[in-house]
């Protein structure tokens, strides 16, 4: 299909602005025109594929993965698997499991078609019930995971052999692996580490799979690395070993690090971050250990980090303001002294109001982003709120109040309402907090640019959410407490919104979680989403439930 006349630079903006809008159809359409656009479109196409799920066992999945594993044998007219910019292996396990289940001939027929037949010929031979392999001490069909070792073996090292004779530069820079249960699996892993040199992200399921080998294979083959993720922490040994990779890593390299659900129960990890303390920006570190916590200073030299999230697993004894006053007291510093941190989490950590209270006041610390999460109410950090003044976006939830038991909201939130008010860039606000009417007042004549609220509450009805209709770019309401809203009332709150000068409500949603009674019918539900739809192109979503809490 040509266009003769037609300018080859119109088809690059097209390609171009497909990218931009990850428009897969239209790229591949214009690939297939000749074979200058197709060097131009596929290798844009297949750098985007990150945003994809090909885990299915579908079209789609069979041929991305078909076009990866031919590719990297040196079987097709282009290196598909050297443009690839992620690779999610983990995808590829799943795809692999879905399709060892699929019945659709047609499918099985394209993916194992040649070169492919020999993975067949292999999957069929490890069905064998005479096969050599003790699938007894396997959990799970091994099948796919002897499928997979091969693949992945066959395409680190296609992209590893296509490198090496210059004539394509491999784009993969980010890799995921699963958890490796297979022992191959496992022992290959070095391998397969080694022939990625141009990786700059590592994500790792189970970190036991660092071992010495490939902390080696790392430190020596993959010189840019930058952003390491990992989710299980199964040992102390394990994270030992995680300590370990950070230090045999070059010094200021690292400047992501990620621990997703792994406990860290000692100080060693904390002490091998300090050897990046020059470059990392983000470091999420989740179940943090009593241990751990008290060596929490070893990061006071992390003064480039942009975010911080610290969730912690400790005893209700626990107190980490006065454990080690002296720790706490640099870890305090630390907060205020860091310039360029926008986004700060605390989740589970002890002390962390009274952490928070006396770092909010730092002259450097200027968060754009704050969320305190299931953390204990033992200080009014709220009272320094004033002092961010570039506060975007703040999440509030404190479960230890118990506010459910005490009843209906009666002001026990206006300091932390006034705390809120007196921040005038904020647009985002979710809390879990009971908002009285008279502390949504507060927040609603002093944080102007509000545009999301959530908040819960104690039979909320439609006095809670008129002053809200005063703030002129509000575009979403959520209540995710029990709700007692009229029909009339809701109709009104929209209508006040339409009144407010100068507003902008596109696209307003209005939701309700728990809505008692039947307050609304089902005729007015609807006239209220019609009356949403016409005011401000948005939507109304309200669960609604009986006596017993029961939806209906």
């Known amino acids: 299909m040509t266009f003769p006349g037609f300018p080859t630079e119109i088809w690059w903006l097209i390609v171009d602005q497909a990218a931009s809008i990850k428009d897969l159809s239209t790229m591949f359409l214009i690939a297939r025109l000749n074979r200058t656009m197709a060097c131009f479109a596929l290798p844009l196409m297949y750098g985007i594929v990150k945003g994809l799920m090909y885990d299915d066992a579908d079209r789609q999945s069979v041929c991305f993965w078909r076009s990866i594993i031919v590719s990297s044998l040196g079987k097709t007219l282009y290196p598909y698997c050297c443009w690839v910019k992620t690779l999610d292996f983990s995808d ?30 292999l999957q069929i031979n490890i069905s064998n019930p005479d096969h050599p392999f003790d699938q007894d001490n396997f959990d799970g069909n091994v099948g796919p995971h002897v499928l997979f070792c091969e693949v992945v073996n066959k395409i680190t090292e296609g992209i590893r052999a296509t490198a090496d004779q210059g004539h394509v530069t491999s784009h993969l820079t980010k890799v995921r692996f699963p958890n490796l249960e297979y022992l191959p699996c496992i022992l290959y892993f070095p391998v397969w580490i080694s022939r990625l040199t141009g990786l700059t992200t590592l994500h790792i399921h189970d970190i036991s799979l660092l071992n010495e080998q490939v902390t080696l294979a790392i ?106 006053t002296a720790v706490y007291g640099q870890c305090v510093d630390w907060l205020q002294n860091c310039g360029q941190m926008t986004h700060l989490s605390l989740g589970f950590f002890p002390g962390g109001t009274q952490l928070l209270k006396d770092s909010l006041t730092g002259p450097k610390l200027r968060l754009k982003s704050l969320t305190l999460m299931s953390v204990e109410a033992n200080a009014p950090w709220y009272s320094e709120l004033h002092h961010q003044t570039k506060l975007e976006y703040l999440n509030v939830e404190v479960p230890q109040l118990e506010f459910q038991e005490l009843g209906p909201a009666t002001g026990r939130c206006q300091g932390l309402a006034a705390g809120i008010s007196r921040c005038p860039e904020l647009k985002e606000l979710e809390t879990e907090e009971y908002l009285s009417v008279a502390d949504i007042s507060i927040i609603s004549e002093g944080a102007l640019k509000l545009e999301k609220i959530s908040f819960s509450g104690s039979l909320v009805h439609d006095a809670h959410i008129m002053p809200l209709a005063n703030l002129p770019r509000l575009k979403e309401v959520y209540v995710t407490g029990d709700s007692a809203f009229t029909a009339s009332g809701i109709l009104k709150f929209f209508q006040k919104m339409e009144e407010t000068p100068d507003h902008d409500h596109q696209g307003f949603e209005f939701g309700a979680a728990f809505q008692q009674g039947t307050s609304i019918g089902q005729r007015e539900y609807i006239r209220i989403r019609k009356a949403a739809k016409r005011a401000f192109d948005g939507d109304v979503d309200i669960r609604f439930i009986d006596s017993d809490g029961e939806e209906y």
Do not use: M, W
């Open 92 to 121: 590829l396990l799943n795809f692999l499991q879905n399709f060892d289940k699929s019945e659709d001939a047609q499918l099985r027929y394209k993916f194992y078609s040649p070169p492919l037949r020999y993975l067949q010929l």
């Open 219 to 324: 430190a020596e083959n993959c010189s840019a690395l930058k952003h390491f993720k990992c989710y299980i922490i199964p040992s102390y040994e394990a994270e030992r070993h995680l300590s370990s990779l950070l230090q045999t890593l070059p010094p200021n390299t690292i400047e992501s690090f990620t621990v997703i659900r792994g406990a860290i129960s000692g100080p060693h990890v904390l002490k091998a971050l300090d050897r990046h303390s020059g470059s990392l920006k983000l470091i999420q570190l989740t179940k943090l250990e009593a241990r751990a916590l008290g060596a929490l200073n070893e990061l006071q030299k992390c003064n480039a980090l942009e975010s911080l999230y610290l969730d912690a697993i400790v005893g209700p004894d626990f107190d980490f303001v006065r454990s080690d």
